[in-house]
């Protein structure tokens, strides 16, 4: 398992529209090495990404299209800076190069496109990809849990 994948049992929550779901503590390390892992290796091999190439965000960052409505815009205009944007660089030739951020969902609605059997949304920077949302199915998360024990 590689160290960008360390989903934890969140106490925190940027939005108060992203559900996150609780593990128990002795299940972790299964669920991010043999669930999560694998979700993530699938995304980038179906959309052609090199698995280095992203930046795991905490599911509990994560914010969703209701923070974007006009009422909740004060939460959503610094997400971009504090999250999005830190890894975007010019590098010595002044090219715009940065590191793709990422994280999982349990919303659907953050996940419309489909490739593969992955279910995902992306945010764009011009025509740069910038962050990735990989969908989880909850009760495939579940199941998946209920045969660890």
């Known amino acids: 398992m590689n160290n960008y994948l360390t989903f934890t049992s969140p106490t925190n929550f940027r939005s108060k529209f992203n559900p996150v779901v609780g593990l128990n503590s002795e299940f972790l390390v299964e669920f991010n090495r043999d ?38 815009m004060e939460l959503a205009k610094p997400y971009f800076y504090q999250k999005l944007f830190p890894s975007i660089k010019k590098n010595q030739y002044g090219r715009i190069e940065n590191r793709i951020q990422f994280t999982f969902t349990y919303d659907i609605e953050l996940a419309p496109i489909t490739k593969g059997s992955t279910k995902y949304g992306v945010i764009n920077l011009g025509n740069k990809p910038i962050f990735y949302y990989c969908y989880v199915d909850l009760q495939e998360a579940i199941r998946f849990i209920k045969s660890l024990d």
Request: aromatic share 14%; with cysteine; glycine share 0%.
């Open 35 to 72: 669930f999560l892992h694998p979700l993530f290796q699938k995304m980038c091999t179906e959309l052609n990404i090199n698995p280095i190439k992203f930046d795991y965000m905490p599911i509990e960052d994560l914010i969703t299209e209701k923070e974007f409505e006009k009422i909740n």
